[in-house]
T-cell receptor, first 111, second 115 residues
Framework: KQEVTQIPAALSVPEGENLVLNCSFT??????LQWFRQDPGKGLTSLLL?????REQTSGRLNASLDKSSGRSTLYIAASQPGDSATYLC??????????FGDGTTLTVKP | GAVVSQHPSRVICKSGTSVKIECRSLDFQATTMFWYRQFPKQSLMLMAT?????????EQGVEKDKFLINHASLTLSTLTVTSAHPEDSSFYIC???????????FGPGTRLTVL
């Protein structure tokens, strides 16, 4: 059974800092991995999708990496802003099409 | 990327009533749709998998008679929460895929509050 763990559970940083969120998964036989952002009371916003054959994806200040063999992914946020404050979820999609989500990292960026 | 919509985005209902949530794939045909539920401060959990034209497959612990799923077309799946109770208050998210092994595209979610 696939298990997804996100560390840390919560993170508070001052504005402008670069930061890394971590996601680990137990079964490396994945189809893809997605990083989502969730604002309080709101739905999911897909940030980056990494296919199993890829090693990283970039969008603006965000960079996500994937190391299937070690069961790890990181989400790097450069020059953090208060507007980045949210919960970040990673989800691993297995070949059967189902996704397993981590519990998320709640990020607070202080002005 | 592909777009998946959900309606309504928020719904408040009285205990004992039934609520229907729609999930639509707007620009692709979704052979498979998934329904997830998220309780406060918890991660999303898969409730069921539905394939167009066939009965949904429910995850362990999910009551199929309470959470009715219909996937009658390649662009629409519905989740009906029957006889809703306050403990059913949750965030419900659907995702859609062109096939069982294809990338899932997630809807924005529906916040259900049962009074």
């Amino acid at each position: 059974k696939q298990e997804v763990t996100q560390i840390p559970a919560a993170l508070s940083v001052p504005e402008g800092e670069n930061l890394v969120l971590n996601c680990s998964f137990t079964d490396s036989a994945i189809y893809n991995l997605q990083w989502f952002r969730q604002d309080p009371g709101k739905g999911l916003t897909s940030l980056l999708l990494i296919q199993s054959s890829q090693r990283e994806q970039t969008s603006g200040r965000l960079n996500a990496s994937l190391d299937k063999s070690s069961g790890r992914s990181t989400l790097y946020i450069a020059a953090s802003q208060p507007g980045d404050s949210a919960t970040y979820l990673c989800a691993v999609e297995v070949n059967a099409g189902k996704s397993t989500f981590g519990d998320g990292t709640t990020l607070t960026v202080k002005p | 990327g592909a777009v998946v919509s959900q309606h309504p985005s928020r719904v408040i209902c009285k205990s004992g009533t039934s609520v229907k949530i729609e999930c639509r794939s707007l620009d692709f045909q979704a052979t498979t749709m998934f329904w997830y539920r998220q309780f406060p401060k918890q991660s999303l959990m898969l409730m069921a998998t539905s394939n167009e034209g066939s009965k949904a497959t429910y995850e362990q612990g999910v009551e199929k008679d309470k959470f009715l799923i219909n996937h009658a077309s390649l662009t629409l799946s519905t989740l009906t929460v029957t006889s809703a109770h306050p403990e059913d208050s949750s965030f419900y998210i659907c995702s859609a895929a062109g096939g069982a092994a294809d990338t899932q595209y997630f809807g924005p979610g529906t916040r259900l509050t049962v009074l």
